[in-house]
Nanobody, 126 residues
């Protein structure tokens, strides 16, 4: 059973930083791409960032490019989302996700992901 557990959310002032972590268990973490998504109140869930299984390919939504960095530590079975220069509009519940397929590229489409964490709240005050 694949489990994903996010942590690291919280309240931060605009311009500040947070680092989210997602600990994975239940299968060989290093064989799978990982993604981060977010959902703000009253809005649809949207793609934030993803990293390929090998870690050599990453993709970002345009509004976070240059401010957010996704990375992975296969020894710790963990994927990270470093968020710098946070803006009020980054406020949302952030979810990590994993696909079913091994050795996959980084996906931006949420329907490519089968497993989801419970989410962690990020609130940016203006």
């Amino acid at each position: 059973q694949v489990q994903l557990v996010e942590s690291g959310g919280g309240l931060v002032q605009a311009g500040g930083s947070l680092r989210l972590s997602c600990a994975a268990s239940g299968r060989t973490f290093s064989n799978y791409a990982m993604g981060w998504f977010r959902q703000a109140p009253g809005k649809e869930r949207e793609f934030v960032a993803a990293i390929s299984w090998s870690g050599d390919s990453t993709i970002y939504r345009g509004s976070v490019k240059g401010r957010f960095t996704i990375s992975r530590d296969n020894a710790k079975n963990t994927v990270y989302l470093q968020m710098d220069s946070l803006k009020y509009e980054d406020t949302a519940v952030y979810y990590c996700a994993a696909p079913e397929q091994r050795y996959s590229i980084a996906y931006y489409n949420q329907y490519a992901y089968k497993y989801w964490g419970q989410g962690t709240q990020v609130t940016v005050s203006s």
